[in-house]
């Protein structure tokens, strides 16, 4: 009780904390919930869904640590929410999922950078460019050729690498 005679309630001392582990904690039960429509055998504790769902809840619990940080220590508080690196990095992932499966991962891949790149206004294209097609073909290396998964790499007319 304060000296009014009211209840005390607590003080928010970190608002940009609050709010970013309330999305975190969002994030998490989204997960959560999309997670228990994998199916699990009745005979064993371990599913597909076992490991996502550990790293859930530690999703979970690092959104309740945010949370609880905003109202302990003092923080920032909640600023103008820019659009643009919101838009072309979700653009982005979506340009990955549509392109992938018609033009192969390194042409989607690439795309999705180049998109997502944009997000900043501080961008040099020829510096973007040239990282992104650095980390396609680490990443064509690395998945198709070091731990030889089968992805198509890229996907032409007559032709699939």
């Known amino acids: 009780m304060d000296a009014s005679g009211g209840i005390r309630r607590p003080r ?10 309330a999305t975190v904690v969002v994030i998490a039960a989204v997960l959560l919930r999309a997670l228990s429509h994998v199916s699990t055998n ?20 690092g959104g309740l640590v945010l949370i609880a940080r905003g109202f ?3 923080g920032p508080g909640l600023e103008r929410w820019p659009l643009r690196p919101a838009l072309l990095v ?7 999922g549509l392109v992938t499966p018609v033009f192969g991962y390194g042409p989607a891949g690439l795309l999705t950078m180049l998109i997502a790149g ?5 961008v040099r294209f020829g510096e973007l460019f040239a990282v ?3 980390l396609i073909v ?7 050729y070091v731990l ?3 992805m198509p790499i890229l996907i032409l007319p007559g032709l699939s690498l």
Do not use: H, M, N
Not at 90 to 96: H, Q, S, W
Not at 118 to 122: C, D, N, S, V
Not at 138 to 144: D, K
């Open 72 to 74: 302990v220590k003092d």
């Open 148 to 150: 030889k998964l089968t």
């Open 90 to 96: 979700t653009l982005g992932v979506a340009a990955f």
């Open 132 to 134: 992104s097609l650095g």
């Open 12 to 21: 928010l001392r970190g608002p940009q904390d609050v709010a970013a582990g």
């Open 138 to 144: 680490f990443s064509i290396v690395l998945f198709s």
């Open 42 to 61: 009745s005979y064993s504790a371990f599913s597909p869904a076992l490991f996502p769902s550990v790293c859930t809840y530690a999703l979970a619990v």
């Open 118 to 122: 944009l997000a900043t206004p501080e």
